[in-house]
Each structure stands twice: as structure tokens, then as C-alpha cells.
């Protein structure tokens, strides 16, 4: 089982992910806090510990996660095809998993070389719409169903 890492959000395009420690979700607008939470089939975003960890090797840097600019960073998981349509569960909080969060040009702006580095298995992670709303925290398990 998967366990929440990181939480982050951001309150504008093009500004830095503000770390933070509990999220209150709701079905209207993602995590309260972040402008992205009201987008359709990318409400929340999240990235494989596991995934951003081989990116970072294959571009030979040790890189903050926080550039990436997804919303969650989960453990012992990595994303494939196999999950869209599957449930996230974290706590009481159900998210249902859309699409691949496909990595864009951005990411080489952070680091060269890190846009191809997301692409291949899914490392850039899983967008997900917000099922029934709730209240999250660091380390709660994660459930994929």
C-alpha cells in the first residue's frame, strides 16, 4: 500500500509549489488552494516517488520534486496504462484516475534533458477528478482499486 509523501499546490500559473501538510479536497475545485483544482480530468495530479527518482538518475541530477508541480508524491507505486478508470482512495477522500499527466516543454526549462526523462513508463505521473471530497494528510495510505 501507498502512502501520500508531499502535498502540494500552487495558487497561479508559473509560480513555485507551496508545500503543505493536509488538504482539504472537494469535488468543485480539487484542492482547496490550488488554481488547477477546478480543470476537468486534472483536478489532482499525482507523481511516483519511485518514478521521479529514475528521472532524476536518467538526467544525472538530484532534483526538488517540487518542480514537477504535481500535487501529490506517493510511494511504492509506479503508474502505467492499467489505472485510469481505477479508484484512489486516501482516507475518506475518492479521487478516480483520468489520464497520464503527460510532461511538457516546462520541464526542460527546469532541467535538460527532464521532459524525455518523464515520458517513458508513466513517470510523469496520473491526473485525477475528485469523487467524494474530504480531508487529507501527509502519510495516509493510499488504496488503488
Excluded: Y
Amino acid at each position: 500500500m501507498s502512502t501520500v509523501r508531499a502535498i502540494a499546490i500552487k495558487h497561479r500559473p508559473r509560480v513555485a509549489m507551496q508545500l503543505i501538510d493536509s488538504a482539504q479536497i472537494s469535488v468543485a475545485n480539487g484542492i482547496l488552494g490550488d488554481f488547477r483544482g477546478c480543470q476537468l480530468n486534472r483536478q489532482i495530479t499525482i507523481l511516483s516517488a519511485t518514478a521521479w527518482r529514475k528521472a532524476c538518475a536518467e538526467v544525472n541530477a538530484d532534483l526538488p520534486r517540487t518542480i514537477r508541480r504535481a500535487n501529490l508524491l506517493v510511494d511504492e507505486v509506479e503508474f502505467d496504462a492499467g489505472f485510469v478508470g481505477k479508484s484512489v482512495i486516501i482516507g475518506e477522500v475518492e479521487l478516480i484516475v483520468t489520464e497520464e499527466t503527460v510532461p511538457c516543454s516546462m520541464m526542460d526549462a527546469q532541467h535538460p534533458g527532464l521532459t524525455a526523462a518523464l515520458v517513458p513508463m508513466w513517470r510523469g505521473g496520473i491526473c485525477c477528478n475528485v469523487v467524494k471530497p474530504g480531508h487529507i494528510k501527509l502519510g495516509d495510505s493510499i488504496e488503488f482499486a
